[in-house]
């Protein structure tokens, strides 16, 4: 048996796995992120592989060519467009989902040999907000703690993260800790009522963007109370006097704190009292921080509190920015963003004076390039001319999308790397490149407690895929900088990138230079190793900061005066009546935009289409009825999604996951009506706030559609999903009549109607043998869809249609647990039929909940809706 050790290509928890024979994929026990444990997605990431449409060859304006033809073309329209006007004319848009050795060389060509420093990256939409506290706060983009911490903390503050879905893994560490150690406390922030808040001991559904309040407020009672450390201040922190002026006002007092965050004094003065009592807290965040206008700043008002008791970098103590994608780490190692230099160096002179002998690159970039959201702005307005899109697939992550799109539409030369041709980004291409995905190159990846882990190939990458850095090098070679790009593999990027960190270092905590030396054979065998690792150093402290030393100029952390603000909101006047303030982020089972995961038919059951979610009482409020397909409007553009029913929302605001894109569904991403409102200081966009308004859509009919194909018919909106024997689709027409549409069906041929209460079933036929099904109906219906679907490909038998049909129609049940596929009617009948009325005994009877445990929250809450009900 052949294994290999690798680790997950989705978030940044950055589990290991192990891959035997290329085929059995597991948790691998020795990774120090997860021991063995996986979630659902990175459990399923063998059968991902399978991609239903993968680019295998280089595509030039839809013609297949060779890479030969494509980089030629490609050098020749970079080449000219910079002889034209400029390196600032060309850009590249790249993603945390590269490899730290395929970020090395974009960012080296870009800002050494290029030119410029217009090079950024989908971490800007992701972690740059925190970025940028960490910076202003320690002098350098540091993580101080660890996973440990979070096992070991007394009190964990969960803020704008939905842990238990988006971090399963280290969800299920926290959870494991807090089963071991009940006195631990879990206090969860977030709007919404998530999963994760759900297991919370306190949760504040505070007002959205209210974090500096909140955090300010806190400060303000622990200096009330003096419960700050006043020897560590006075030693190890600058701005103390400032913030203390500050927040000394009537601003600060908690009950115009609680009143500004929406919340109850006696709530939130528990949370505070409990980080006071506390030295062991330890403060997790992620994108309801980060994705916001004043994301830098709210990040700073939740490290003020730990620097003011003197808690960062301890054992069981720090503030802890989790990290999204797999590798968003190592690109701001090697400093992929357009607002960083090189190996966490800044655009000094001195910096860049040092890089530049370092490349021994002719045109190093001295100043920063456009932030994402500008870049693309500039790509509108023909300022930028060319553009490389690596690993991302900006048409529908980042904001305004109608605007995306035309500048992707607009673009004089665009390139798109990619391992499909159908995202929506690369419907746009000029130049389609293939590239090499998970499984099929190697290389590293650091996560978010900065431990760096080999990704290793086991599997070779199919048609002429290729991994993305060697398309840059061979760029970088073909544009005159032969000298600069020649590299054999990959291990020869990593021993630069490891020498970078270590050039003239006496400042940066980012240094790896004890890996400059590596050996081919050490780099094959490297096992998982936190930073830093300075030349001579075998192994790095777990934690940073931890003596209260930091990166910046005098040594000591910056306190930050941050002044709350209101998300900005953009509107035509006033707040209309009856709108809707719309949150967005992410489920549990999908990643991003589809790409990866909606072709498992597996991962799309618990969330098959795209909704739109608000509570109860906005839902009366509304007029429309749960189920509906309702038009979604803001003043960037609209959307048709359905309307779901969550009451963990407070009233009058909505959550649509960011998911669904022109792939998936006609109209439904909902980026379309998110406004490109930026962070001042890190440019990261307010993804968490929008204000829209809800609108009927008068549909004709409904229809549902099971086919071994797409179905060919035009219809106002669609959502579709895979099925193991083809795809089903969600449909409807606000225009044509059913009749009308089976007017266009019945030209078509092979298609026979059978009539049905409400509406009527089209069975399409070849060869006798049913290849499609489509129910149209005047009122939406629950189907059965594995039932329907059990019927592709049998030979048309009226008898055993109509069975089929009544029991399909008899309903459907919602799928519960993803990893054993066990759906809520199965778990309901164990409780009612079998007597089950403990979580073990639906575990040992389903295995539902077993593997991940993200689950178990849904499955008591059944437990307890059905067991009580039975009692009562
Ligand atoms: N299943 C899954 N997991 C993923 C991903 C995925 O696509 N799918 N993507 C990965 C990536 S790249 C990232 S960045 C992470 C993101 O991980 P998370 O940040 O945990 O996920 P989100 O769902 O984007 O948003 C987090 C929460 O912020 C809350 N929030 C909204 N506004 C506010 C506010 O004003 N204040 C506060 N305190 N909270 C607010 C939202 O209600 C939401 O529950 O997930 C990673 N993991
Ligand atoms: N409304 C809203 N929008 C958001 C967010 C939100 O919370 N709300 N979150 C934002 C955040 S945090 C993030 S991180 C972004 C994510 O948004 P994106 O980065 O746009 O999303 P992905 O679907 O992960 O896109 C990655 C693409 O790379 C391709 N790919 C995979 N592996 C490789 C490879 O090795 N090489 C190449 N060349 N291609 C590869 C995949 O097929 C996929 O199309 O979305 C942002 N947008
Ligand atoms: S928790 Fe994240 S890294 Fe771990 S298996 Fe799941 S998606 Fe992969
Ligand atoms: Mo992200």
Same mark, same amino acid.
């Given at each position: 048996?052949?294994?290999?050790?690798?680790?997950?290509?989705?978030?940044?928890?950055?589990?290991?796995?192990?891959?035997?024979?290329?085929?059995?994929?597991?948790?691998?026990?020795?990774?120090?992120?997860?021991?063995?444990?996986?979630?659902?997605?990175?459990?399923?990431?063998?059968?991902?592989?399978?991609?239903?449409?993968?680019?295998?060859?280089?595509?030039?304006?839809?013609?297949?060519?060779?890479?030969?033809?494509?980089?030629?073309?490609?050098?020749? $329209? %970079?080449?000219?467009?910079?002889?034209?006007?400029?390196?600032?004319?060309?850009?590249?848009?790249?993603?945390?989902?590269?490899?730290?050795?395929?970020?090395?060389?974009?960012?080296?060509?870009?800002?050494? %040999?290029?030119?410029?420093?217009?090079?950024?990256?989908?971490?800007?939409?992701?972690?740059?907000?925190?970025?940028?506290?960490?910076?202003?706060?320690?002098?350098?983009?540091?993580?101080?703690?660890?996973?440990?911490?979070?096992?070991?903390?007394?009190?964990? *503050?969960?803020?704008?993260?939905?842990?238990?879905?988006?971090?399963?893994?280290?969800?299920?560490?926290?959870?494991?800790?807090?089963?071991?150690?009940?006195?631990?406390?879990?206090?969860?922030?977030?709007?919404?009522?998530?999963?994760?808040?759900?297991?919370?001991?306190?949760?504040?559904?505070?007002?959205?963007?209210?974090?500096?309040?909140?955090?300010?407020?806190?400060?303000?009672?622990?200096? +009330?109370? !003096?419960?700050? +450390?006043?020897?560590?201040?006075?030693?190890? @922190?600058?701005?103390?006097?400032?913030?203390?002026?500050?927040?000394?006002?009537?601003?600060?007092?908690?009950?115009?704190?609680?009143?500004?965050?929406?919340?109850?004094?006696?709530?939130?003065?528990?949370?505070?009292?409990?980080?006071?009592?506390?030295?062991?807290?330890?403060?997790? %965040?992620?994108?309801?921080?980060?994705?916001?206008? $004043?994301?830098?700043?709210?990040?700073?008002?939740?490290?003020?509190?730990?620097?003011?008791?003197? #808690?960062?970098?301890?054992?069981?103590?720090?503030?802890?920015?989790?990290?999204?994608?797999?590798?968003?780490?190592?690109?701001?190692?090697?400093?992929?963003?357009?607002? $960083?230099?090189?190996?966490?160096?800044?655009?000094? +002179?001195?910096?860049?004076? &040092?890089?530049? #002998?370092?490349?021994?690159?002719?045109?190093?970039?001295?100043?920063?390039?456009?932030?994402?959201?500008?870049?693309?702005?500039?790509?509108?307005?023909?300022?930028?001319?060319?553009?490389? /899109? @690596?690993?991302?697939?900006?048409?529908?992550?980042?904001?305004?999308?109608?605007?995306?799109?035309?500048?992707?539409?607009?673009?004089?030369?665009?390139?798109?790397?990619?391992?499909?041709?159908?995202?929506?980004?690369?419907?746009?291409?000029?130049?389609?490149?293939?590239?090499?995905?998970?499984?099929?190159?190697?290389?590293?990846?650091?996560?978010?407690?900065?431990?760096?882990?080999?990704?290793?190939?086991?599997?070779?990458?199919?048609?002429?895929?290729?991994?993305?850095?060697?398309?840059?090098?061979?760029?970088?070679?073909?544009?005159?900088?032969?000298?600069?790009?020649?590299?054999?593999?990959?291990?020869?990027?990593?021993?630069?990138?490891?020498?970078?960190?270590?050039?003239?270092?006496?400042? &940066?905590?980012?240094?790896?230079?004890?890996?400059?030396?590596?050996? !081919?054979?050490?780099?094959?065998?490297?096992?998982?190793?936190?930073?830093?690792?300075?030349?001579?150093?075998?192994?790095?402290?777990?934690?940073? %900061?931890?003596?209260?030393?930091?990166?910046?100029?005098?040594?000591?952390?910056?306190?930050?005066?941050?002044?709350?603000?209101?998300?900005?909101?953009?509107?035509?006047?006033?707040?209309?009546?009856?709108?809707?303030?719309?949150?967005?982020?992410?489920?549990?089972?999908?990643?991003?935009?589809?790409?990866?995961?909606?072709?498992?038919?597996?991962?799309?059951?618990?969330?098959?289409?795209?909704?739109?979610?608000?509570?109860?009482?906005?839902?009366?409020?509304?007029?429309?009825?749960?189920?509906?397909?309702?038009?979604?409007?803001?003043?960037?553009?609209?959307?048709?999604?359905?309307?779901?029913?969550?009451?963990?929302?407070?009233?009058?605001?909505?959550?649509?996951?960011?998911?669904?894109?022109?792939?998936?569904?006609?109209?439904?991403?909902?980026?379309?009506?998110?406004?490109?409102?930026? +962070?001042?200081?890190?440019?990261?966009?307010?993804?968490?706030?929008?204000?829209?308004?809800?609108?009927?859509?008068?549909?004709?009919?409904?229809?549902?559609? *099971?086919?071994?194909?797409?179905?060919?018919?035009?219809?106002?909106?669609?959502?579709? &999903?895979?099925?193991?024997?083809?795809?089903?689709?969600?449909?409807?027409?606000?225009?044509?009549?059913?009749?009308? /549409?089976?007017?266009?069906?019945?030209?078509?041929?092979?298609?026979?109607?059978?009539?049905?209460?409400?509406?009527?079933?089209?069975?399409?036929?070849?060869?006798?043998?049913?290849?499609?099904?489509?129910?149209?109906?005047?009122?939406?219906?629950?189907?059965?869809?594995?039932?329907?679907?059990?019927?592709?490909?049998?030979?048309?038998?009226?008898?055993?249609?109509?069975?089929?049909?009544?029991?399909?129609?008899?309903?459907?049940?919602?799928?519960?647990?993803?990893?054993?596929?066990?759906?809520?009617?199965?778990?309901?009948?164990?409780?009612?039929?079998?007597?089950?009325?403990?979580?073990?005994?639906?575990?040992?009877?389903?295995?539902?909940?077993?593997?991940?445990?993200?689950?178990?929250?849904?499955?008591?809450?059944?437990?307890?809706?059905?067991?009580?009900?039975?009692?009562?």
């Amino acid at each position: 048996m052949s294994r290999v050790h690798t680790s997950c290509a989705y978030c940044g928890v950055g589990c290991g796995i192990t891959v035997d024979d290329a085929k059995t994929l597991a948790g691998d026990t020795e990774h120090p992120a997860n021991g063995g444990a996986l979630c659902v997605k990175g459990g399923s990431l063998m059968e991902t592989l399978a991609f239903p449409n993968r680019l295998l060859y280089p595509r030039l304006h839809g013609q297949q060519v060779s890479w030969d033809t494509a980089l030629d073309e490609m050098a020749a $329209q %970079f080449g000219r467009i910079i002889a034209e006007t400029g390196p600032e004319s060309v850009a590249f848009y790249v993603s945390g989902q590269l490899l730290t050795e395929d970020y090395y060389i974009a960012n080296k060509l870009m800002k050494g %040999f290029i030119g410029a420093a217009n090079i950024d990256t989908n971490s800007r939409l992701c972690m740059s907000s925190a970025v940028m506290a960490h910076s202003r706060a320690f002098g350098e983009d540091v993580v101080p703690g660890c996973y440990d911490d979070l096992e070991i903390t007394d009190l964990l *503050v969960i803020t704008g993260a939905n842990t238990a879905w988006t971090h399963p893994v280290i969800f299920r560490r926290i959870q494991q800790a807090r089963a071991r150690r009940p006195e631990m406390k879990m206090v969860v922030i977030d709007p919404r009522k998530t999963m994760t808040a759900e297991q919370a001991d306190l949760h504040l559904a505070l007002r959205p963007g209210s974090d500096v309040w909140l955090f300010n407020g806190l400060s303000r009672y622990l200096l +009330d109370h !003096d419960l700050i +450390d006043n020897a560590y201040i006075e030693e190890h @922190v600058n701005g103390f006097s400032e913030l203390h002026a500050q927040l000394m006002t009537p601003d600060y007092e908690l009950a115009n704190v609680a009143q500004k965050c929406g919340l109850s004094v006696s709530e939130l003065q528990t949370f505070y009292r409990w980080f006071g009592e506390n030295e062991k807290a330890v403060t997790l %965040f992620c994108q309801g921080i980060n994705q916001s206008n $004043q994301g830098t700043d709210k990040g700073n008002a939740l490290i003020n509190t730990h620097l003011l008791t003197g #808690r960062v970098g301890k054992p069981g103590a720090s503030p802890f920015s989790m990290t999204g994608q797999p590798n968003a780490m190592g690109g701001r190692e090697v400093g992929g963003l357009a607002t $960083q230099l090189a190996s966490h160096m800044t655009f000094s +002179d001195e910096n860049c004076d &040092r890089v530049a #002998r370092f490349w021994n690159a002719p045109n190093i970039a001295r100043k920063p390039g456009l932030k994402a959201v500008d870049m693309f702005e500039a790509v509108r307005s023909g300022k930028i001319r060319a553009l490389w /899109v @690596v690993a991302t697939n900006p048409a529908v992550s980042l904001p305004d999308s109608v605007m995306v799109r035309e500048a992707l539409a607009k673009c004089e030369f665009l390139v798109v790397s990619e391992m499909t041709p159908k995202t929506d980004t690369a419907q746009f291409a000029d130049l389609l490149l293939p590239a090499a995905g998970w499984g099929e190159r190697g290389g590293t990846v650091t996560n978010s407690e900065r431990c760096i882990t080999r990704q290793r190939a086991f599997t070779n990458a199919p048609g002429e895929a290729k991994p993305d850095w060697w398309a840059m090098a061979e760029l970088g070679k073909r544009l005159g900088f032969a000298d600069a790009f020649n590299y054999n593999d990959t291990v020869d990027i990593f021993r630069e990138h490891a020498a970078l960190s270590g050039f003239e270092n006496s400042s &940066r905590q980012f240094d790896i230079s004890a890996l400059a030396t590596l050996t !081919d054979d050490e780099y094959e065998q490297f096992t998982p190793r936190q930073w830093p690792l300075p030349a001579g150093k075998n192994a790095a402290s777990q934690r940073l %900061f931890g003596d209260g030393c930091f990166s910046t100029p005098n040594g000591k952390a910056n306190l930050l005066t941050v002044v709350p603000q209101e998300p900005v909101l953009k509107r035509k006047a006033e707040r209309q009546e009856g709108s809707w303030l719309l949150n967005t982020g992410r489920l549990r089972d999908q990643w991003h935009t589809m790409t990866r995961t909606g072709h498992l038919p597996r991962l799309m059951e618990t969330e098959p289409l795209p909704k739109v979610y608000v509570n109860q009482h906005t839902l009366q409020a509304s007029g429309f009825s749960e189920g509906a397909l309702i038009r979604i409007n803001s003043l960037q553009g609209s959307v048709m999604t359905l309307l779901g029913r969550d009451d963990g929302l407070r009233d009058g605001e909505a959550f649509m996951p960011m998911h669904w894109s022109d792939d998936f569904s006609s109209c439904s991403g909902v980026n379309r009506l998110v406004a490109p409102v930026v +962070d001042a200081v890190s440019g990261q966009p307010q993804f968490k706030q929008t204000e829209v308004m809800a609108e009927a859509v008068n549909v004709k009919w409904h229809g549902l559609w *099971v086919g071994q194909h797409e179905p060919e018919l035009e219809v106002s909106w669609w959502a579709r &999903r895979p099925l193991d024997a083809g795809e089903c689709r969600r449909l409807t027409d606000e225009t044509r009549t059913a009749e009308q /549409v089976w007017f266009q069906l019945a030209q078509q041929g092979r298609w026979l109607r059978l009539p049905l209460k409400g509406g009527w079933l089209a069975v399409k036929l070849n060869q006798g043998r049913i290849i499609g099904l489509l129910l149209v109906s005047t009122t939406h219906q629950q189907v059965n869809i594995d039932l329907l679907a059990g019927l592709l490909g049998l030979p048309m038998n009226s008898t055993a249609l109509s069975t089929t049909l009544e029991q399909a129609l008899a309903g459907d049940s919602r799928m519960i647990c993803s990893c054993f596929r066990v759906s809520e009617k199965q778990i309901v009948d164990a409780i009612g039929e079998q007597g089950i009325s403990e979580l073990s005994g639906l575990q040992s009877l389903l295995r539902c909940g077993t593997n991940c445990g993200t689950c178990v929250v849904e499955l008591k809450k059944l437990l307890h809706k059905h067991t009580s009900s039975n009692e009562a």
